[in-house]
């Protein structure tokens, strides 16, 4: 029997300590800098931030709950800003993941040219302002990884402008990707198992500088097995 699942993160919610939860949603971070607070003005959302080291992350996870193959489309979206970004240094997943727990690590980033999976399946956005402003779209499956595809008909990141990202996963594990309401023309064929279950994630990590990137409107919502 399979069900489906909607869950919002309240743009008003008080983050609490590192690994704490606040209903299915989990607030993760750690190393120098790392933090999440309520953004500055209340009910508009999070910041999640780094410092200048390499050891910085922080992310927010929701439930591991999205099973693709119960028949329906998975879907996860929110309005994404990188707020304060010294040196150019954001980088950020933004998706779907198999994991869930309060061990802190990006799903899939590319660190110095090296694409680096730390999932078993995973698929998003990506963004790594050290290369450049275009939003990327990456996956691995089954522990294998997918290429890095630049989204060259998005608009690229901008700071202190809100994008608003959506990554819609089909019944096959096709994906496709939105961002500002546009349909992308890359389509990721196949991108996950489709019997693995998933959470939603978006993840900042640091790369020796400075970045707060602001998050509202954070939703999920699709098929999951009972």
């Known amino acids: 029997m399979s069900y489906e699942y909607e869950y919002e993160l309240s743009n008003g919610t008080i983050p609490?300590?590192?690994?704490t939860t606040n209903g299915p949603w989990r607030f993760n971070f750690s190393g120098t800098g790392g933090a999440i607070t309520?953004?500055?003005a209340p009910g508009?959302?999070?910041?999640l931030a780094v410092g200048a080291g390499e050891d910085g992350i922080a992310e927010i996870v929701g439930p591991l709950a999205f099973e693709i193959d119960a028949g329906r489309p998975a879907v996860v979206e929110a309005d994404v800003m990188v707020e304060t970004d010294a040196s150019s240094a954001a980088a950020v997943f933004f998706g779907f993941t198999d994991r869930n727990n309060a061990t802190e690590e990006i799903a899939i980033e590319d660190e110095d040219g090296t694409l680096a999976t730390n999932a078993s399946d995973a698929v998003g956005l990506m963004l790594e302002r050290e290369q450049d402003a275009t939003w990327q779209a990456v996956s691995v499956k089954g522990d294998t990884d997918g290429a890095q595809t630049a989204l060259t008909d998005a608009a690229d990141m901008a700071d202190d402008v809100f994008q608003n990202l959506r990554v819609v996963i089909g019944a096959d594990g096709d994906t496709t990707f939105y961002i500002d309401g546009?349909?992308?023309s890359h389509t990721r064929?196949?991108?996950i198992t489709t019997s693995v279950r998933l959470a939603p994630?978006?993840?900042l990590d640091a790369r020796n500088a400075a970045v707060t990137v602001r998050v509202k409107n954070l939703r999920c919502y699709g098929p999951?097995?009972?």
Do not use: M, N, P, R
Request: charged fraction near 15%; proline fraction near 0%.
């Open 16 to 19: 609490g300590g590192d690994g």
């Open 38 to 40: 309520q953004a500055a």
């Open 44 to 47: 508009v959302g999070f910041d």
């Open 182 to 184: 546009k349909l992308l």
């Open 189 to 191: 064929s196949a991108a």
């Open 201 to 203: 994630v978006i993840t």
């Open 224 to 226: 999951g097995a009972e």
